[in-house]
C-alpha cells in the first residue's frame, strides 16, 4: 500500500494536447514518448483500454453514456458494462479514479468527478494508484499558447510526486511549435519511469499500453492481456505480485439489434447517433486488428441505423476473409440491390465469379479506375482480383493506393509480394509483403522463405525455415536451407 503520499502509479489521459512536442524531460524526469497506432476513438474507449489491456471490441466500453438495453434510454456506463477487468480488480490495490468512465459500481475503486482535475489529484496522493481523464474539450482548436499553459499546469502537478511514482500520460501529440498534426493516429504515451532515460520508441498498440499498466502497478495481467516487451518494462516483470485467478471475461449478451430496431422506431437522433457512434468505433477497431468475425457483426449494426456503401462492403469484406460463401452471396445481392452503379458493387461480384468465371469478372474491373473508388476499403479486393484474372498493372495500382491510405489487409500484401516474386523482382517482393510471413499461413510463410532465399537473407531465411518445419517436417527447400 502506499505511504508518505507516494502513489504507486498515475495515469492522465485526455483527448487534446498535454505537451508540446516530445520534451526530453517533463517535470525534470526524462520521458519516454511512444506514438499510439490506433484508430481515432472517444476518450471513454481510451482510458477503459488502458485499464484493460484489451480492445473495446473485448471490454466493451464506447462511449461515456450508453442506451440501456431494457428502457432504451440513455445513460452512463457503468462498471458492469465493462466485460473485462480492470488493471487494479480484486488487487488490493487502493485506486482514486477522476472523471473515469464506467467506474460506477465498481468496489475497488473511489470515483471523483472534478473539473478541476489536479486539485483534486492533489487530495488523492494517499491512494496506490490515482488515474484521472482530463474533462474533454475542443481540442482540436488548440493554440501553441494554450498548450503550453496545459503543460506547466500538467508539470505542476507532477512535480509534487516522488520520483518512484510512475507515470502515464495518454494526449495528442503536438509538433515543436505546439500544434496537433493533421495525420491520423495523433495520440502519444509518455512515460516517467524512475532510473528510465530519455527515449522515442516506435508506434505501439492502445492495448499493449494497456498492458504496462499492469506491470507498473505491479499487478500479474489476465489471460488475454499482452504485455510490452520494452528495456524499460522488461526488468520490472519479476516483481509482479500473483494475483487471484483471472476473471473471465463476460461474453456480449446485449441485443443490439433490438436496441436499434426499437430506437429507429422512436427516431430518437440522439441515441442513433449515440449507437453510431458506437459501431462505428468498433467497425475501424475491428478492421485494424483484423477481427473479421467482430467486423461482420459491428458492420450489420450500422447497416441496420444506416445501410451506406461503407458498411455494406465491409460486412462483405469480413464474409470474404472468414469464406462464408453462402452469406456472402447474400450480401454481395444485398449491396447491389441497393447500388448497382457504385465500382464497389462490380468488386463485390467479382468475388464471385473470379474463380469460375474470371472473363465475366474482368469485363466487370476492366474500366474500374482505382483513383474514383471512394470506399477506400474495397481497394485492397480489388487489387486482389485484378492480379487473379490479369489485371496487373491495374492490380498494383489499387494496392499501391490502398498502401497509402492505409487500409491494406494481410491477403493485400500477400498478393502484391507474389506478383512481384514472380517477375523475379525479390526486393519489391520483400518490402511489399510487409511482416507478413514471419509467423502466421503456411503459404504466406513459404512465400517469405522462397524470397529471402532469392535475396540470399540466409539469417532471417533459417528463422524462417525453422518455422516452417515445425509445420511441414519435411519442406524440401525449408530442409535445404538448414541443410
Not at 460506477?104 to 473539473?115: A, F, H
Not at 522462397?450 to 530442409?479: E, F, S
Amino acid at each position: 500500500m502506499s505511504t508518505n503520499n507516494t502513489p504507486r502509479l498515475v495515469i492522465i489521459i485526455s483527448d487534446g494536447p498535454m505537451l508540446v512536442g516530445t520534451p526530453e524531460q517533463v517535470a525534470n524526469r526524462p520521458a519516454i514518448h511512444i506514438p499510439i497506432d490506433f484508430p481515432s476513438i472517444p476518450l471513454a474507449t481510451i482510458a477503459t483500454t488502458i485499464a484493460t489491456g484489451v480492445t473495446p471490441v473485448v471490454h466493451g466500453i464506447v462511449t461515456a453514456v450508453t442506451v440501456d438495453d431494457e428502457t432504451f434510454q440513455i445513460r452512463e456506463s457503468v462498471a458492469s458494462d465493462r466485460r473485462f477487468q480492470a488493471f487494479w480488480t480484486q488487487s488490493g490495490l487502493q485506486t482514486k479514479l477522476i472523471n473515469w468512465p464506467a467506474t460506477e459500481g465498481d468496489s475497488d475503486v473511489t470515483s471523483y468527478e472534478y473539473n478541476d482535475v489536479f486539485a483534486k489529484a492533489e487530495e488523492c496522493l494517499d491512494a496506490d494508484v490515482i488515474g484521472m481523464v482530463l474533462p474533454s474539450k475542443a481540442r482540436e482548436q488548440s493554440t501553441p499558447e494554450r498548450v503550453l499553459e496545459q503543460q506547466k499546469e500538467l508539470e505542476t502537478f507532477l512535480s509534487s510526486l516522488s520520483h518512484d511514482t510512475r507515470v502515464l500520460l495518454v494526449h495528442k501529440r503536438t509538433n515543436n511549435a505546439g500544434y496537433i498534426p493533421k495525420a491520423r493516429g495523433s495520440l502519444c504515451a509518455t512515460f516517467l519511469v524512475d532510473g528510465c532515460a530519455h527515449e522515442l520508441r516506435q508506434a505501439s498498440y492502445l492495448p499493449v499500453i494497456g498492458g504496462a499498466m499492469y506491470v507498473l502497478s505491479g499487478v500479474s495481467p489476465p489471460m488475454g492481456v499482452k504485455l510490452p516487451k520494452w528495456p524499460f518494462i522488461m526488468p520490472l516483470y519479476d516483481c509482479l505480485e500473483t494475483g487471484l485467478f483471472p476473471i473471465n471475461p463476460k461474453t456480449e449478451d446485449t441485443d443490439w439489434l433490438q436496441i436499434i430496431d426499437k430506437i429507429s422506431e422512436s427516431k430518437n437522433k440522439e441515441s442513433i447517433a449515440l449507437l453510431r457512434q458506437r459501431f462505428t468505433t468498433l467497425v475501424s477497431v475491428s478492421f485494424k486488428k483484423k477481427l473479421w468475425k467482430e467486423l461482420e457483426h459491428n458492420s450489420e449494426y450500422l447497416i441496420q441505423l444506416e445501410g451506406k456503401p461503407f458498411e455494406r462492403w465491409l460486412k462483405i469484406l469480413a464474409l470474404h476473409q472468414q469464406g462464408k460463401k453462402k452469406e456472402l452471396v447474400a450480401a454481395v445481392d444485398d449491396l447491389c440491390d441497393f447500388y448497382p452503379d457504385k465500382f464497389i458493387s462490380k468488386i463485390a461480384k467479382s468475388l464471385l465469379l473470379y474463380e469460375e468465371k474470371p472473363d465475366e469478372a474482368l469485363e466487370l474491373l476492366k474500366d474500374i479506375d482505382p483513383t474514383k473508388i471512394t470506399v477506400w476499403h474495397a481497394l485492397g479486393t480489388l487489387g486482389r482480383m485484378c492480379f487473379r484474372i490479369g489485371l496487373e498493372e491495374k492490380g498494383v495500382e489499387a494496392i499501391q493506393r490502398a498502401l497509402q491510405k492505409q487500409v491494406v489487409i494481410p491477403a493485400d500484401r500477400v498478393h502484391f509480394a507474389l506478383h512481384y516474386a514472380n517477375k523475379e523482382d525479390f526486393e519489391s517482393a520483400l518490402k511489399s509483403l510487409g511482416r507478413m510471413g514471419i509467423g502466421g499461413e503456411i503459404t504466406w510463410q513459404e512465400l517469405r522463405l522462397r524470397i529471402l532465399v532469392a535475396l540470399q537473407l540466409t539469417d532471417q531465411a533459417k528463422q524462417v525455415a525453422g518455422n516452417i518445419l515445425q509445420i511441414k517436417p519435411a519442406h524440401q527447400q525449408a530442409l535445404n536451407v538448414l541443410g
